[in-house]
């Protein structure tokens, strides 16, 4: 996803606006109509009758008729992928949308003339009903451009993406391997030795987000005050979001041209933050220390970097089962929990090999093999159920 900052004029502001109330008003009508199915009523309509629908509603509202019929078409494509997806176990099941909340909408069948570039460092984007819309040219937009998104986030800034999938990064051909260990301190560590640090909000800025914070929880709702706050609060946020989005870009490019394998470990972060918070009937155990964990996880932006990987170097990731990585001396193979010292280091018992612990991680990952030789006889238990001997090379 290639995002540039929109600069729409304020007549063309208020036009993006309604496309996006629109397209709330669109999906709001899907959730309803999901909300309102029983089992036993036989299938949820698809997109193509609820296109049929849709017309139906545009031919007895005029109001929703002055509206771009490809806006709320995609409000009702873009609804039914969430569904998929929340039957796919991916995300939660899709909710109602507010206004000043993740606003946006979509455009499809994009022609290679709507988008046209001005000058140096803008260029312009055909928007139905809004004409041109101009955006900062930051870097070249790709070919192939078939839809774009077009949001609004909370602090008011205008962003369009392009969806295109990043082409693929040819590698060195050498059969380099890499391991790559996601850590909470250092955001990645590789075998190489390499520490990555995904950028995060520097002390400054995070003491003024924690003091806009606290300003827009003590404000009146509905003041001045309050909106000033959280404003700002939107604002860092967004600007930490970036930093990490251009960092996962950055890494998994570098990566992706460095090695031709990436060895990563086989982690449903997803799956992990969900259980950190546990249910109503089994509430996570843990959950504060967890949920610190998966603040850190979060901030690393780790599900971003391998998504781009697999975007960058199709069919040259590889998931890692993630046991014992974090005690297994990268040097002998012996794997015991007194060689982990601290949070930071590792000292093998046996062989006295000392390492950064995360970068001896990223060496087993590299590995990669050292967990499956353990495969065929491994209950489904904790880490430290003494692997010692199903760890020797088979
Ligand atoms: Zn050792």
Known sequence: MCRYRLEPTPEQESILLRHCSDARYVWNLCVEQENEHRPGRGRMPGFAERCRQLTEARAENPWLAEGSVIVQQQAVRDHLQAMASFFAGNCRR????????????????????????????????????????????????PDGVKSFRVTRDR??????????????????????????????AVSAALSTGELLHCPSLSPREARRLRSAERRSAKARRGSGRRRAARAA??????????????????????????????????????TMMRSARGTKDAPGTNVAAKTGLNRGIGKAGWGLLVRRLEDKAPGRVEKVPPAYTSQRCSAC???????????????????????????????????????????????????????QLALAPA
């Open 94 to 141: 899709p909710g109602w949308r507010k206004a000043g909340r993740n606003e946006g909408f979509r455009i499809v069948a994009v022609k290679p003339g709507d988008v046209r570039r001005l000058n140096r460092n803008h260029a312009a984007v055909r928007v139905p009903k809004a004409g041109w819309v101009r955006f900062r040219w930051s870097r070249p937009v």
């Open 233 to 270: 609060v939107a604002r860092l946020k967004a600007r930490e979001a970036d930093r990490r989005r251009d960092w996962a870009e950055k890494t998994s490019t570098g990566l992706a041209r460095r090695f031709d394998v990436i060895r990563v470990e086989d982690l449903e972060i997803k």
């Open 333 to 387: 193979g012996h794997t015991t929990k007194e060689s982990r010292e601290s949070q930071a280091a590792f000292r093998c018992v046996a062989c006295g090999f000392a390492c950064n612990a995360d970068v001896n991680a990223a060496r087993n990952i590299a590995a990669g093999h050292a967990v499956k030789a353990r495969e065929g006889d491994r209950v489904a238990g904790p880490a430290n159920r003494e692997p």
């Open 155 to 184: 602090a008011g800034r205008w962003h369009v993406a392009f969806a295109v999938i990043p082409a693929p990064v040819p590698g060195p051909g050498t059969g380099a391997i890499v391991g790559v260990d996601r850590g909470v």
